[in-house]
Antibody, heavy 123, light 109 residues
Framework: QVQLVQSGAEVKKPGASVKVSCKAS????????ISWVRQAPGQGLEWMGW????????NYAQKLQGRVTMTTDTSTSTAYMELRSLRSDDTAVYYC????????????????WGQGTLVTVSS | SSELTQDPAVSVALGQTVRITCQGD??????ASWYQQKPGQAPVLVIY???NRPSGIPDRFSGSSSGNTASLTITGAQAEDEADYYC????????????FGTGTKVTVL
């Protein structure tokens, strides 16, 4: 079955960077895009951006432009999200989610989701 | 700030029907999708496109849209439907950027 398995929890100091991984299985990795979504404690969902696993094209949310980089490694069917210059308000659970429709050049709808990775930013 | 607005909370009696709404300018042009999230769990897609349900989603979930408002209807709500629900759609910039709604907590009485 289609599955996305994310890396474990991280604790970072303000100003540091974090890189979260999302390993896919059960489908042809390069046929679907992957979005990243985060959720601060007790808050709603925030779409961070999307990457095409086919050609590496990306779309990033405007508020994160310049701080976030999304990449893929097709040899291991893994997507990565790196966030730099971390602040306390970046503390959140970070999710990866696969597009439900394959073969398109932009994000569509997100299913399934990874289990989430808690990133805590604290001095 | 979010461009998609939802009521913070609604309640429904067991077996009755509840409608959750999502308002935003981009909904005049793009379909909303809907996600269910239970405490401590990842979100789950329940409706996408015009009114499509992923495999495994019960047919008591349905979606509709009119003007700048998208709706998720649960017909015959069950105890297991108690959760947070988020709408999602492209933003109003015209680029391939997405935004989530503010979320609605559904309580089944």
């Amino acid at each position: 079955q289609v599955q996305l398995v994310q890396s474990g929890a991280e604790v970072k100091k303000p100003g540091a960077s974090v890189k979260v991984s999302c390993k896919a299985s059960g489908y042809t990795f390069t046929s679907y895009g992957i979005s990243w979504v985060r959720q601060a404690p007790g808050q709603g969902l925030e779409w961070m951006g999307w990457i095409s696993a086919y050609n590496g094209n990306t779309n990033y949310a405007q508020k994160l432009q310049g701080r976030v980089t999304m990449t893929t490694d097709t040899s291991t069917s893994t997507a990565y999200m790196e966030l730099r210059s971390l602040r306390s308000d970046d503390t959140a659970v970070y999710y990866c989610a696969r597009d439900i429709i394959p073969g398109v050049v932009a994000p569509n709808w997100f299913d399934p989701w990874g289990q989430g990775t808690l990133v805590t930013v604290s001095s | 700030s979010s461009e998609l607005t939802q009521d913070p909370a609604v309640s429904v009696a067991l077996g009755q029907t509840v409608r959750i709404t999502c308002q935003g300018d981009s909904l005049r042009s793009y379909y909303a999708s809907w996600y269910q999230q239970k405490p401590g769990q990842a979100p789950v897609l329940v409706i996408y496109g015009k009114n499509n349900r992923p495999s495994g989603i019960p047919d008591r979930f349905s979606g509709s849209s009119s003007g700048n408002t998208a709706s998720l209807t649960i017909t015959g709500a069950q105890a297991e439907d108690e959760a947070d629900y988020y709408c999602n759609s492209r933003d109003s910039s015209g680029n391939h950027l997405y935004v989530f709604g503010t979320g609605t907590k559904v309580t089944v009485l």
